[in-house]
């Protein structure tokens, strides 16, 4: 169980206080999903998704690289 959670509805990193994902989430999801990449691709954007609800001020290119990004 991690403590990089995001904390809702501001997206921020409950273990860190980064905004969520955090560096060190992102790692765990990677190791989660290791042999899954869509998988984890399809969850945030789910996760992306739903930040976009709650975030409405943040422009949607930044939510993309923010939770999308990092994947490649």
Known sequence: MTTHGPVLPIWSCGGCD????CRTRQRE????FDDAPVAL???LGAQLVR?????????AGAL???FLGWLR
């Open 18 to 21: 980064a905004p969520w994902p």
């Open 29 to 32: 999801l990677r190791a989660e």
């Open 41 to 43: 691709a399809l969850y």
């Open 51 to 59: 930040a976009s609800e709650d975030l409405t001020w943040v422009p």
């Open 64 to 66: 993309h690289r923010r």
